[in-house]
């Protein structure tokens, strides 16, 4: 129990505290007393839900070994305001577009070509 919970502490220092809308993981094995543990956390999807932007994220938590000990998925509006926040103060222009496949360059030149 306490690895879950330190991996939602993960989540709350990098979203703030109360800004999940879902947090659910498993454990997938056991962990022993003294064990190291990494958590990860990667955004998945971007979608609309009720007006806002949400940004689902996939945890994993692994031991020394690499073992996965805690996997599952949580959601937030605040993590993709943080993600776009992050790519402005890295110099880089973040685009709000809907997701297809192919590079946005193209979406902007194709119709130029005919």
Known sequence: MLSM???GRMLTNYVGDGQLT???????????PGATLTAK????EIREENGDTVADIE?????AEGVEVIKG???????FDK??????????TP?????????IV??????WLN
């Open 73 to 79: 998925k949580a959601s937030s509006q605040a993590a």
């Open 59 to 63: 945890v994993s938590t692994t031991d």
């Open 5 to 7: 919970g330190m991996t």
């Open 41 to 44: 956390a990667t955004v998945t």
């Open 106 to 111: 193209n979406r902007f030149f194709v119709p």
């Open 83 to 92: 993600a776009w926040a992050i790519q402005e103060l890295s110099g880089k």
């Open 95 to 103: 685009v709000d577009s809907l997701d297809r496949p192919g590079f």
């Open 22 to 32: 879902y947090y659910g993981v498993r454990f997938t094995s056991q962990v022993f």
